[in-house]
């Protein structure tokens, strides 16, 4: 079966000349087998990749579970969840969703031949020494995938203005392929040593955006969605905080910053008890303002935000809150100078215990 | 074969959208029932054999219901709810032939889906088995093995696998040795047995030597097994070899005790349990006598000369780190561990071995501090020719003063790339 030369773990692929295997069961080897190639997920990395990264594949290449759709223009991967990674719903928790995000972004990245040093960069980009910084992610979750569950994740990147990019994810349970979520990001380009932002030239446009769509694909096409939300800044005092938080080293990414993920968990950590014990986190956005090291001690603070009183064109996240919606905004803070580091907003729905 | 399958598939039932009727079936913890997976769709083309029965059905042995695949834990009150998803159109209307086709085709879809997914279960070398990461049984029922992908967000700073990626990578094993061998009660790792008595497994002691990191996008495989631990407790061994190479990247063991999860006291194993779990005894030993015997214990002193210690405080848990009994993970106390080794430790080595004593639990209000001994050399001056093996002894307590965990961690110099790294830096 082709299906079989497909096996990215097959020793056969580790001798040499299995390239040759690969290069046979190209666009026209998943075309043939559709909808169940796709749900597998296993095909071995495409052959684009194995032709661009030139005779000797690496070993992390061969062994990717996912795979570029036939067009290259999106990238799809499926994860089982593991049980260090539920939480005390015996769901995944957010952070392991995040994590898995960040994941296939980069395995996609890795499959179009972008760096794998974890920075995702060109080679110009790396020549001008430029990397991708995020500056919004927006997270819905409909469904919490459980242990033993395998999601299903599509992604793709695209423009986004003229300094950015946006990357965009599908998640579904792979079982019966419902959507149980989406999360889009925003990215600017900065230049590494002075931390400028720096507006995306053509020559890294041409790069970088040959991988991508070039009809706008967005997994929130609906107006008005959450994810355009502008988060207002409070001067009030917060409702709920938690202080003096600190990075540990596991938070630390390669370049000895806070990494995005642990930022959601300091969210969550001055949200209140009893609406950890009732409700569920259905959605987050962050607006990333600042970066966080080691040594820095970090204030989490929680503020209600009510329902608004207009409608705007009957969108539900306009309307005053359904009784089993909760809204809050966040600010997470250096404790030293109060400067902020992020910003926040969560919309919780309350679990059907 | 196909065709007889959507059509066997219109009579037990299936909603037309199994996510409608499943969202209205959420059960009591919130999370939602198999009935979400393509259930009620007749699937049965050959049993799969024996290897790979145990992924097909999580609860019970091996058999293959007959009529339901899930990739889910089973859960046999599932089959109750089944009635409850009414078949929403073409049931009714099956004079509207337009949706009975745009029906026949979504079922079609589906259990072609579910098909393949079993059709290529059979056929395919062990590895796919285990793409998804189920596991299986290997050796006459003694050891189970499982591969794992590291991934991008479980390596640390220095591009390798964390501490806490492999020993979360042998937490996954066992709850899944335990959930394929069929004895997996409620919540994780208690037997049927020992749920219905409230008795849950606590770990004593944790041994492990690591030979050899992994990378990014390298495929580790665990195998596991247990053996008896004296007369009231259970040792667990693993093995993880990279796949590939064959090479071992680490070796350990581990005692684990019993206790009454409401009384918190520990109890002795009961025959019943005995029973349940005896038959998988395997004598076999991951860390040999010799091999054992070269990391010290926890207690011994450390050498006299040049002890330093370091601190640090006020280390709390996050929701993240909590299991769901909201106490905090094993796994995470290897972080606080090593949240107060020094720098000049971290960079220029890597943990060769470590051993664990847990003497006490701790949960979401507590504050906690790390103390580390440090014995041997480990000044930041001179380059990496000068740092030799380090040894530490750790002292994880409540700032209230009980303690929580007792480590001894032995250090040697990193090595520099080897093969297998710069095999995967090839890409750049």
Not at chain 1, 240 to 261: E, F, I, T, Y
Not at chain 1, 304 to 325: D, L, R, V, Y
Not at chain 2, 345 to 363: N, Q
Request: aromatic share 6%; proline share 5%; net charge neutral.
């Amino acid at each position: 079966m082709l299906r079989c030369h497909t096996l990215p773990q097959c020793r056969l692929l580790a001798q040499p000349g299995a390239g040759m295997l690969r290069r046979r069961v190209a666009p026209g080897g998943t075309a043939r087998w559709g909808a169940a190639a796709r749900v597998s997920g296993v095909e071995a990395s495409p052959a684009r990749a194995a032709v661009e990264g030139g005779e000797r594949t690496s070993m992390a290449e061969r062994l990717r579970l996912g795979s570029l759709l036939e067009d290259g223009l999106s990238y799809k991967e499926s994860f089982i969840v593991r049980c260090y990674e539920v939480g005390i719903n015996k769901t995944a928790t957010v952070e392991t969703i995040a994590n898995l995000l960040q994941e296939v972004g980069c395995n996609h990245a890795q499959s179009v031949g972008f760096s794998t040093d974890g920075f995702a960069t060109t080679t110009t980009m790396r020549e001008l020494g430029l990397i991708w910084v995020t500056n919004r992610m927006h997270i819905e979750i409909y469904k919490y995938p459980a242990w033993g569950d395998v999601v299903e994740i599509e992604t793709w990147c695209q423009e986004d203005g003229r300094i950015g990019t946006r990357r965009d994810w599908i998640l579904k349970d792979l079982a019966n392929g419902e959507v149980i979520g989406r999360a889009t990001s925003k990215w600017v380009m900065m230049n590494q040593n002075t931390r400028r932002l720096q507006r995306v030239s053509d020559e890294v446009r041409d790069e970088v955006f040959v991988h991508c769509p070039k009809a706008p694909r967005l997994a929130f096409p609906e107006e008005n969605n959450g994810s355009l939300k502008k988060i207002p800044i409070r001067t009030d005092p917060a409702e709920h905080s938690r202080l003096g938080l600190v990075p540990r080293r596991a938070d630390l990414d390669m370049n000895q910053h806070v990494n995005n993920v642990t930022y959601i968990g300091w969210v969550l950590e001055s949200i209140p008890q009893d609406i950890i014990d009732s409700h569920e986190l259905q959605t987050i956005t962050l607006d990333y303002r600042r970066e966080c090291q080691h040594d820095d001690i970090v204030d989490s603070l929680t503020y209600i935000e009510e329902g608004e009183e207009k409608c705007t064109n009957g969108s539900a996240f306009a309307a005053p809150h359904p009784e089993e919606q909760r809204q809050f905004l966040h600010c997470l803070r250096f404790s030293g100078n109060g400067h902020e580091i992020n910003r926040g907003r969560t919309v919780w729905r309350k679990l059907a215990r | 074969m196909a065709g007889s399958l959507a059509t066997s598939a219109f009579f037990p039932g299936p909603g037309s959208s199994p996510a409608a009727s499943a969202r209205s079936s959420k059960n009591a913890t919130g999370e939602l029932p198999e009935n979400l997976s393509v259930r009620g769709i007749v699937a049965k083309p050959n049993p799969p054999p024996a290897a790979l029965q145990v992924k097909a059905h999580a609860q019970a042995l091996p058999k293959v219901n007959g009529t339901k695949v899930n990739l889910k834990t089973g859960n046999p009150d599932m089959e109750e709810t089944v009635p409850h998803s009414a078949p929403k159109t073409f049931y009714n209307q099956l004079p509207d032939w337009s949706m009975l086709l745009a029906a026949i085709t979504t079922i079609f879809l589906a259990a072609e889906k579910q098909w393949t997914l079993l059709d290529w279960k059979p056929k395919k070398p062990d590895m796919l088995v285990d793409t998804f990461g189920f596991g299986r049984i290997i050796q006459d029922g003694l050891v189970f093995r499982q591969n794992f992908m590291i991934r991008s967000y479980e390596i640390g700073a220095d591009r390798t696998a964390s501490i806490e990626t492999l020993m979360n990578h042998l937490q996954e094993t066992a709850l899944n040795h335990v959930r394929t061998a069929g004895l997996l009660g409620d919540g994780f790792g208690a037997t049927p047995e020992m749920s219905k008595r409230n008795l849950i497994w606590v770990v004593s002691k944790i041994h492990l030597l690591v030979e050899k990191y992994p990378a990014w996008g390298d495929m580790v495989q665990v195998d596991t097994w247990v053996a008896a631990a004296g007369k009231n407790g259970m040792r667990r061994d693993w093995h993880v070899r990279d796949y590939n190479s064959g090479q071992t990247i680490l070796r350990a063991t581990s005692v684990w005790v019993m206790m009454h999860k409401k009384t918190r006291r520990l109890s002795k194993m009961p025959d019943e349990v005995r029973a349940e779990i005896g038959p998988y005894f395997n004598d076999r030993s991951a860390i040999t006598e010799e091999q054992g015997e070269k990391s010290a214990k926890t207690g011994d002193k450390l050498d006299g000369d040049a002890t330093k210690q370091f601190i640090r405080k006020g280390l709390t848990p996050r929701w993240g780190d909590l299991d769901v009994n909201q106490h905090v993970n094993n796994v995470k106390y290897i972080g606080w561990i090593l949240e107060s080794a020094p720098i000049s430790v971290l960079e220029k080595h890597e943990l060769a071995s470590m051993t664990l004593d847990y003497r006490k639990e701790c949960g979401r209000d507590s504050v906690l501090q790390s103390l580390t001994t440090v014995s041997g050399e480990c000044t930041s001056t001179g380059t990496m020719q000068h740092a030799s093996a380090i040894k530490c002894d750790h002292l994880l307590q409540l700032e209230s003063g009980a303690d929580i965990v007792k480590a001894h961690t032995e250090w040697r110099p990193k090595r520099s790339h080897t093969a297998f790294e710069s095999a995967s830096d090839e890409i750049h």
